[in-house]
Each structure stands twice: as C-alpha cells, then as structure tokens.
C-alpha cells in the first residue's frame, strides 16, 4: 500500500507497517492518514485519485468532508478506543485541579502573591462527598465516573439515551433530566459529542440553574458552552469556578478568561499524552492492516 | 468547661459545646484547643493551672510539648480521621498535575508562551497502566492507594510492617523492599509520618535510584526530603519532574524551585478543605464532649 500522512507522528506506532510504502505522495497514496486537526478536504481529494481509505488519528472525524468521501467510496475509520482514558483522565485533573485550587496556588507561591501557610489560609473544596453530574455518559463519561466514585463522589448523569441498569449499578449513577442535573451538581462535567443540535448546550439560562458554588468542566467541545455567558458567569459569581481544555473558537481563548483567577486553562490536550499518542497510532495501523486484509468487522468504521 | 483556642476557626464545627464557656482566657481554661501549626510550650502551660485537656486541631502533635503534659497530667487529642480523604485527594490532585502538566500548561496560556494547539503539542504523561510506589500505606496511603487503582494504576507500597493479605489484595498491591520501589516506580508518594530515623528518607541516592522518567510526590513532611538534593536533581534531569505540598525549610521554599517549570508547589494545604477543617473542628468537638463525659475509649487519645 502507498501510504500518505497530513502530519508527522510517532514512528514507533506504525511498525507494524513496514511492509508498506509510507510517505507516499498524494497522486499515489491508497490510503491517507489524517489527524483530527487537518481538514481534509474535497479538493485535497481531487489531488489524490488512487485514494480508498482515510484512516483518521483521533475519535473525532468532523475534519473531513464525508460526502465527499461517499462519492468517491473513500472509506473512513477513526480511533475511539485509545482516547477514553486520557480524556477521562484530563476531565478528573482539570475538576480535581480546580477544586483543589493547585494550579492558582502554584501561580500565587511562583508570583509571591500567596497568602502565608496558616490553618485558615489556602483552603479549597474537597471532590469527596460531593455530587458530579456527567452530561453524556459513554466510554469517556463512564471512565471519568469510575475515578469520581473512588474519589468519594456520588453520580448522577444524563443521556440521550438511558445506560442499562447495570453500567448504572456499576457507578451508582442515577440519571436525571437535564435540569435536575444542573440544579443538584457539584461539578459539572461534559463528555458528550459535539453535533449541532448541543450547541451551546450550556448558555446563560444554564448556568443561572446551577448553584453558585458550583464547578463547570469542559473537555469535550468548546461550542458546547456559549464562552461570553460563561465569562460573565465566572466574573459576576453566577457559578464558583471553571476547567476548560477546549474553547468555542479555538485556538482563541477569550482574553477574560487569561485573567480570572478562578479558572484553569488546558490547550486541548484531552488526548495528548505520549501513551495515548502512540495508542492511538497503532489503532491507526490496526484500521490500516484490517483493511489490507479485507477484515472490515476489525476495523473501526466511520464510513 | 472553660475552652480556651490558640486560632479562630470555623464555629459551625463547634456548635455542639454550646453549654460550655468558649473564648475562655488562660488563667481559667480547663480546655485548650490548639491548632497543628502553634507550639505549645511549657511556658505557655504554666500560664494555665487548671488545664486537663489539649485538643489538638490536626493528626501531627509535634507542636505540643508532650513531656510537659505528661508531667501535668494534661490529657492530649488529635483528629485523625478527617484528614484521611483531603489529604489522599491532594496527593492525587498533585500526581495527576504534575503528570498531565496541567498547571505548567495553564502558567503558558496565561503567560502567552505556550506551544500551539496542535496534535504533537503539550504532551504529557498518562497515569493509566503506570506503577505507583507509595511510602507509608496507612489510612492516608490507603486512600491515595484507592484513587490510583480506579486511574489504571499498579501499586506497590513500602511499609514498616506489611499489610494483611486482605488489604493488599484490596488494591492489588505489592509490598517491596525500599530499593525496588524507588527502581520500579513511575510516582513516588510519600506518605509516611515524620520521625527522626526517617529525616532525608529521599536523598542523593535514592533520587539517584529513582526512573529518569519517574515523577516524586511529597504531601507528608518536609524533611523526608534532602530538598537541595531535589533541586539539583530536577536541575540534572535524575528525575522528571515533582510536586510538593510541603518543604524542608517552612514556610521558606528554596527559590530554585519557584522557576523550574517541572515542578508542581503548594502551600501546606493537604488538609485544607472548607469540608475537612469543619470535619476536624467536629472530631475536636467531639474529643471534647467525650472528655466531658468520660469517655475515654471514645477519644482520639494521644496522651
């Protein structure tokens, strides 16, 4: 197989492709591999005439035209499985972090700004005993559950759909409607994708029903929160704090929010460690190597 | 009771003593609630003759003059238990900081010298499927332990005594001697108490043993660690990078430490939660009441 790459990533996850040609330039490529953060377009496929697969680095897959691909009969598979415990992983730092105030202390003791060590200085919130509630309870808000109730918390989620009885036994996750959800949290974590009809799922209307000393986290997709109302939200005390590894017009993040001292700010990283990197190139190759050999039930199929 | 207190702490957690006379002055106290971070001296008990009881704010009591009480006939208490889950948690929150850089990264956004989004980018360090070596695997220990195991983690631990095979098989843990822990462990966390024979427990040697890769985790005392050995060690690359709650030289901080990007500071706070200063001021409450009555089995019993 000519195979072509939008990005340079990690050699040690494409071994396995050694029989193949990588690098290959676009007139020859058969498959492409893309990373989720480069669109891959119509017109890019135009250069690429031999092109039968688009194997995407990422969960996500809305940087490709997929019309374009069914057209073409393109056929696209991502990389869901990787990604659910490094971006678990980020939603419980970010939440623990901004309960925990860590990053604000950090910042005041390097800026000599701190308040002395004293029995009644520094103190922040503990995430034991409290209530977080998921909105979008999948893989990622599963693995982000299994952490929150070692850590003392108690669950409660909401869902397109209702889990089976068992996945909420296994959390003790009680599911509510949306409302109820925002009113009865602690932390609010989103883990949902993002599809048009969420937009703004979390707007000023919002975040006037959650409590005021409640805690928002985003890791999922910046348009899911109207960013001006949360500023604004932050700023007048409408909620306590947020954690965000992703903003509605990225890479911008909204100048107020690189000064208020109650929030902790994440490059959109959810994904990017070196483990889950190098996973998630090999789930690559594992997509690629199915497809050489025709094993359509082993590959992860977008389209 | 007469109650005299060294600090102003929350009053909801003493709302249970509301037949007693608070705020009582020296000369008449036969209680003093004292706080972890006041010494209390000899002198300052010849200026309470009626003293019977020390109801200490905080699990450590090295801040009182034991030898004085004893010849007095002064009872002393401390609080244990409700410093279990905020101190566990902030061991967590700093492992899962420090690993995933989420105060470095915040400290970059806001600084205007972070990388760019993008997929190679600001890339960290799973805890998912890595070994943690805990140092002391009491309660405290135990709760970290508990945390870890939820975040895909493997435990092995180093004890004065080895655990009951039913706590270990709790957490799938493995006892090993102190080398093979400081060899075989990605994080270290120290969560033993301070006495002398453990002064500098993490010094040049042991550093010297640890992972090149391997993060150090320190929410138990200062002194464990030969502080200067562990500048020099994160200056040279021995170890990758650590996060420290509490410092050889309180409240001073080396100043090498407050500009090396591979560390995580905080102030002191392990316990500092609004929710675990009031479980404290509850526990002293009732060590009082308890003392009241006589109830001594029912008492945190230092003395």
Not at 41 to 66: S, W
Not at 136 to 160: D, K, T
Request: proline letters at 5%.
């Amino acid at each position: 197989m000519q195979i072509a790459f939008t990005t340079t990533l990690p050699q040690e996850g494409f071994r396995r492709l050694n029989g193949h040609h990588l690098y290959a330039q676009p007139e020859e490529a058969e498959v492409l591999v893309s990373t989720f953060d480069y669109r891959v377009t119509r017109a890019m496929m135009d250069t690429m005439p031999n092109l039968k697969l688009i194997a995407n680095f990422g969960a996500g897959y809305n940087n490709i035209d997929l019309d374009a691909c069914r057209e073409r009969g393109i056929r696209v598979t991502n990389t869901p499985q990787p990604v659910i415990e490094p971006t678990a992983e980020l939603a419980f730092a970010l939440m623990i972090d901004v309960a925990r105030r860590v990053a604000e202390f950090d910042r005041a003791i390097r800026n000599g700004t701190g308040q002395p060590m004293a029995v009644m200085n520094n103190l922040s919130r503990s995430l034991y005993g409290k209530t977080l509630g998921i909105i979008g309870m999948g893989r990622i808000g599963q693995a982000l559950a299994r952490r929150a109730v070692a850590s003392g918390m108690h669950i409660i989620y909401h869902n397109r759909h209702r889990l089976p009885e068992e996945i909420e036994q296994r959390y003790d996750a009680q599911y509510v409607d949306f409302q109820t959800l925002l009113q009865d949290s602690d932390f609010v974590s989103l883990n949902l994708p993002y599809t048009p009809d969420v937009h703004h799922i979390i707007g000023k209307p919002e975040l006037g029903m959650m409590k005021r000393t409640a805690f928002l986290i985003n890791t999922a997709r910046g348009a899911h929160v109207d960013e001006a109302a949360l500023v604004e939200a932050l700023k007048s005390g409408i909620i306590a704090s947020a954690a965000l590894d992703v903003y509605e017009h990225e890479p911008a993040i909204s100048t107020d929010l690189l000064t208020l001292p109650n929030v902790v700010l994440s490059p959109h990283t959810g994904t990017g460690t070196w483990e889950g990197r190098i996973a998630m190139c090999e789930c690559v190759t594992d997509n690629i190597l199915a497809f050489v050999a025709n094993e359509y039930n082993k590959m992860n199929i977008v389209l």
